[in-house]
């Protein structure tokens, strides 16, 4: 069997229409309508309670929407039993099965369809090469470290060849390091198989690193969908703004909005623009975000801003100067640090001035 995003054009395109869903008197999700697309990796990313977890056991079947559609490639899916969907799940906690060896873990689904002994043989074995797991098929399946104990889950989920798999916070239990590495190999599995991805996590830089697109979610409601650029550099409103990232918020007062931005007044007296959210005409006083990241220090008095320089943050690849501004204020200038022996930049308690870049400031919805 070859894996490619030929072989992995077989449909896989869910769609969420009003979808809710109530427990008692909780509405765990509300007024939800997605389209993802087919062969996408796509992302449910929100903070604990937000109702992610609730809509991926939607889509496997494991509850019912109170209210709302639930559709796989146009067809309604919402009254068909899990087993009847073509859909996987892949769990926080792997559900292997700790009597059956490597092989007899990955053929289990399909011993369950009945699936003839030579083609789940087959299969197997090029699931154990997807997964890099060759030779590893007769080991106790007890035997294997963590990340390769997850390689397993998802080759047991992806033998079948579902249209659609979900994976449930399946990185969480790992360490760091292992953690970035099985985000590379998440993603290398997805683009190599062509299957839908949907994928739950309350981690920002796993959503990033590895989605197509993302759902941000809070409260049961979708408050952003885009690509991780979209989300990052042009959030819809400040929960998205403040979730995603380190941010600066800022106050002032709008002057004027012309071509698509607005002129922006700052306390301090210093003026800037900012973009604008599609449909936004604001007026009066308003929040706007900058990213540590785009903006700079200067010399006190020759940037946007002023301030007295406080912590100095080392970070390896960065370093983070957290700038108490004169308004009191706190703003984070990340930079990216340069080689070793190269001159450091400012102490704490020196006067800085922070430049931000022409597309930097960002208003935001409430």
């Keep these: 069997m070859t894996h490619s995003r030929a072989t992995g054009a077989h449909g896989g395109a869910i769609g ?33 309670g937000c109702g992610k977890t609730t809509l991926l056991r939607m889509i496997a079947g494991f509850e019912l ?19 009847q969907r073509p859909v996987n799940t892949v769990f926080q906690n792997y559900a292997l099965f700790p009597h059956l060896t490597v092989a007899e873990n990955i053929g289990f689904g399909l011993k369950m369809l009945g699936r003839p002994k030579a083609e789940t043989a087959a299969v197997v074995a090029d699931m154990l090469k997807l997964v890099h ?7 106790p399946v007890t035997q294997l470290s963590g990340g390769q104990q997850q390689r397993v889950a998802l080759a047991r989920a992806l033998a079948p060849r579902p249209k659609v798999l979900l994976l449930d916070e399946p990185l969480s239990a790992l360490d760091l390091k292992l953690r970035k590495s099985m985000q590379i190999e998440l993603k290398r599995l997805q683009a190599e198989t062509g299957i ?8 920002q830089e796993e959503a990033l690193t590895m989605s197509d697109r993302i759902a941000v979610m809070s409260s049961g409601k979708v408050r952003q969908v885009g690509t991780a650029r979209e989300i990052y550099d042009r959030p819809a409103d400040r929960f998205v703004a403040d979730f995603i990232g380190e941010t600066n918020f ?43 990241e785009h903006a700079g220090l200067v010399a006190a008095g020759s940037g946007t801003i002023d ?60």
């Design 16 to 48: 969420l229409n009003g979808i809710k869903k109530w427990f008692g008197t909780f509405q765990a999700v509300d007024d939800v309508t997605l389209d993802i697309r087919s062969n996408e990796f796509f992302t449910l990313l929100g903070p604990s």
């Design 65 to 83: 929407p109170t209210e709302g559609s639930l559709t796989l490639d146009g067809a309604e899916i919402s009254s068909l039993l899990p087993n």
């Design 133 to 139: 797991l060759e030779g590893r098929g007769d080991d």
């Design 196 to 203: 839908t991805f949907i994928f739950v996590t309350h981690d």
């Design 250 to 292: 800022l106050e002032a007062t709008v002057e004027r909005v012309e071509a698509g931005r607005a002129v922006l007044r700052l306390p301090s007296g210093a003026t800037l623009t900012a973009g604008l959210p599609d449909g936004l005409s604001p007026s009066g006083k308003v929040s706007f975000v900058i990213r540590p």
């Design 307 to 366: 301030g007295t320089l406080g912590n100095v943050v080392y970070f390896g690849t960065d370093t983070h100067y957290h700038v108490h501004l004169d308004d009191g204020a706190t703003f984070i200038v990340r930079r990216q640090n340069a080689r070793a022996g190269a001159s450091g930049g400012p102490e704490a308690g020196q006067r800085v001035g922070i430049l931000f870049g022409e597309d930097a400031a960002q208003i935001l919805r409430d």
